[in-house]
């Protein structure tokens, strides 16, 4: 089991893109174990990824992966760290045996040691009937496979996965999930998955950091962040007195301090702090000219601490 | 009942190798897979026909005593090398262009870089790539040549009345091929097809070399020279075999020049090769 110190830390990290703040002032700790970095695109997680592997220098602030600092130490870290970029990557001209193989070496590796570690990761990432395919022509899911593959064959002790479901189909992306589900859970490697899908996250990591135009803006146990500290509801309203009057209702909803957002089945959802109950919802509504339609108690979600943490409606 | 062997996942417990070799696995890799090719093959072995033609000259000139004008002079090895630019041209290019662009071009860099490997290891590695290549087309068969014409003549009097060709010869071969190699690297750092980097270096030879041309009838001298990359290498080439520069040019021109091309494309691979692309 991975021990309990965190295995990254940030402290007061803020990286430039020329006047674009893409990080700014940073502090966080990654725990042990699965940890999500969740955020819209554009987020900064990609960005934060880059800067603890070296490839991006900070302009100011410190960072620390694995006890050892950034700055100080990056081939050290990089030999203990495993990388999934998020877009399509490979060593042109080879088989995937020979890609893993090779990645296997430059980290490091004797060459039969990593030929045969080449060989096992190819199995496990369920590549092992088309190891000896050309990587170029490979599919979308295939390449996110392979992807994981060459970051796991020096055995990592921490992996950085970057979109890992990206471009996937729905059986390919639930294998993929398992597998890194059961490199957090059975395997013993530290894990941070960055991604932007909520179930993702949800499912493969016991703790989440959420981003937002460069910042934190939340963090800690996913299990203690779903606590309820209030009610949540799902809403489905009717306006007979035009849209206009959905803003109304919205704008009571906020006055009142009851954070709402809308879901993709266009369905709302509003967070009443407190013992609130359904009784003020319905005042609101009608003070607003609004009718209720449906009203149901739900259970905080992932996305409702993400849709507060992030400030979306 | 456990399985008869587990196909999942294992943790690894075997050595690794301390930093800084990485550049070894790099180059190897590239050389095995050029060799692999049978059009790199076929460009090498007629690369390698110069060589048989002067041993060829040189067996006649040490057995047969009607071939006697053709006995080896300085100048033969300095021609030899001069013979040899044509297949560093063909070999950079084959070579050269793809080394960092096929690379950019599958996002290869970003794979690279996470692992443990400083960025100067990368371009060392690939420069050796180009370099080990094109030693195996001048600094080898010249200094092969050498040995060739000792073992023919059955005795070391011309090796040891010219003892500085070993040394011009490795000498110039390095001052080449690192040039050729490094301006090479450069330019495919710059551009995600080999192609279009091909083309780039190509023109860059020929046009400054036609631009020397024209320069050298309009104005009657040859001081103009210093425009043209293969100019100031065959200036500096001279010089180092102690014949007379072709162009009137002081040598330390075309020194100069050479430095800082070399300099500008390190300058260039230190912008270019990086994990991370960042467009402000």
Known sequence: MPDRDPVITLDAVTVRYGAQAA??????????????????????KSTMLKALLGFIVPTSGKMRVLGLDVAAAPLEIRSRVGYMPESDAHIPGMNAVSFVAYCGQLAGLPPADAMQRAHEVLFYVGLGEARYRNVETYSTGMKQRIKLAQALVHDPDLLFLDEPTNGMDPKGRDEMLELVRDLALNKGINLIVSSHLLPDVEFTCEQVIVMDRGRVVASGPI????????????????????????DRFVGSLHREGLECHMTDEDVMRVFVPGDGGARALFALAASSAVQVRHLRPSVPTLEDVFAKAVGSE | MSPIHDQGYRRYGGQRARHGRAWAVIASAGVRTLFKKRAFLGLMFLAWGPFFVRAVQLYAAANLPQAAFLAPTPQL???????????????????GAGLIANDRRANALQIYLSKPLSR??????????????????????????????ILFA?????FLDNLYLFPAITLFSLVRVLT????MLALSSLSKSSRYVGVIYAGL???TQALSGVLRAVTSSSSMAWVSVESNLNQIGDVI??????????????????????ALSAFVLERRVRGVEVVA
Do not use: C
């Open chain 2, 154 to 158: 059955g005795n070391f009097t011309f």
């Open chain 1, 223 to 246: 299990a203690g962040m779903k606590q309820p500290r209030g009610r949540v509801y799902e809403l489905r309203v009717k306006l007979p007195d035009g849209p206009e009057t959905l």
């Open chain 2, 205 to 207: 030879i020929f046009f």
């Open chain 2, 77 to 95: 090895f300095r021609d030899f090398l001069a013979q040899q630019d044509a297949f560093v041209f063909f070999v950079t290019v084959y070579a």
């Open chain 1, 23 to 44: 990080l700014q002032d940073v502090s966080a700790s990654f725990a042990a174990g699965a940890v999500g970095l969740l955020g819209p695109n554009g987020a900064g």
């Open chain 2, 241 to 262: 075999f102690r014949l007379s520069p072709r162009a009137d040019l002081p040598w330390i021109v075309s020194l100069l020049i050479v430095a800082g091309l070399m």
């Open chain 2, 120 to 149: 100067l290891e990368y371009v060392i590695g690939k420069l050796a790539i180009l370099v080990g290549l094109l030693l195996l087309v001048t600094w080898v068969p010249g200094i092969l040549l050498l040995i060739v014409q």
């Open chain 2, 180 to 183: 050729a190699a490094s301006i």
